[in-house]
């Protein structure tokens, strides 16, 4: 054979190699970037069930740049981190193991112990491999500049190595591990609603030591000065008189036929979170919340029909103001006008004689984003004075519930953040 000939043979031969593996290399790059593609998409949904950006999120700022103000009573005020890739001001030097750590463990880099308004004790109780995938997801955002501002905590909160003790007595040691005796859809229920979903940071009373009570969960809790309400099985105070039906639907887009819209911390969790899970994990949250406790509360709802209320003009100063300012989207009758988010029936806001939610909704006002675009209740508290909106919210009260309101000019005094007058 000639020297030229066996030339071309090994040049065709490492040629016919090379393409090989060039190909090989790309399927396996596109293969990587598959999985890549999987666990970010995951990570986005995953995100959602944990609410991520409604507390990493301030009012008018970027999403999930932080700077969200927590007031906590006799504690003080603590503000959320900025959680996107930036690396001066957010996560973006973060390892996975320290990302983890901060998110399971309330441990951030540099020994940063992590205040638990963050809810940790809950996230703690997520797997390892989801955590991660958020933290996939989180790198995909645009990183932003935006330092957090400086916590103002009162002393021995201030101490942050304080948070050791109460990590060793109120942290879970290990994720939620699936119950054999229960369905699958009771174990992806439990773990939405206890681990990634948090529900019981909000919707259960604090302990001494400002954990979440066992002895009181999901019996409903202030939190931001709004009332989380009962969300056991109590058919009084809680959601046992709520069909399967109803409580998806208030899960999934914030209003049920005969109980009400979300608001406030509420109407945030569905707008950003709960709407955009699958029905299928919805309907196992509601799986899984059957089977709690039955926890009997100071709250209940009366249950009358629109039948029961008085008819014609009510001559009070709530009744004329009511009339002129709420009955336009709400009617007189409470039934709502072309929208069902202003249907009123139901609404634990009006059973609750003290007005704490319904105040807060009038001062501030309250957004929930659905399908459909977003569905405002604008703010009051700019218009009316104090007096006024306490006599508008015991106009309501009685007459959608037919009890005796006891809201106060304090009350909404309180209810726009100063103090009450004296």
Known sequence: MSAPAESRRRVLRRTVCLSLAVAALGTGTRGARAADADLVARGAYLERAADCEVCHTRPGGAPFAGGRA?????????????????????????????????????????????????????YARMTVDDVRAIRAYLDTLHPVHAPAPANAVRFPYSFRP????????????????????QSADWNRGRYLVEAAGHCAECHSPRNIMQATSSAHSYAGAVTDGWR??????????????????QLAAYLSRGHAGGHGTAAGPMADVVSHSLRYLTARDISAMVTYLRTLPARRSDET??????????????????????????AGCHLTTGQGRQVEVADLWGARSLGETQGRNLMKLMV??????????????PAFGPEYRDQDLADIANYAIG??????????????ASARGGEPPS
């Open 399 to 412: 007459h959608f519930s037919h009890r005796i309101g006891h809201v106060t000019a304090r009350d909404a």
């Open 301 to 326: 709802v009366a249950n009358i029909t629109p039948d029961a209320l008085a008819t014609g003009p009510n001559d009070s100063n709530g009744g004329r103001l009511f009339a002129a300012a709420c």
């Open 228 to 245: 989380a309400y009962n969300i056991s099985p109590d058919p009084d105070s809680g959601i046992g008189a709520w069909s399967d039906t």
């Open 364 to 377: 501030e006002g309250s957004r929930l984003d659905t399908a459909q675009g977003a569905m405002t209740m």
């Open 70 to 122: 927590f007031v906590l009573p006799g504690i003080g005020t603590i503000y959320s981190p900025n959680i996107t890739p930036d690396r001066e001001t957010g996560i973006g030097t973060y390892s996975d193991a320290q990302f983890v750590s901060a998110v399971r463990a309330g441990v951030a880099p540099g020994w940063k112990h992590l205040y638990p308004v963050m809810p940790y004790a809950s």
């Open 162 to 181: 304080v948070m050791i003790a109460w990590n060793l007595m109120n942290l879970p040691s290990a994720a939620l591990a699936d119950d054999p005796g």
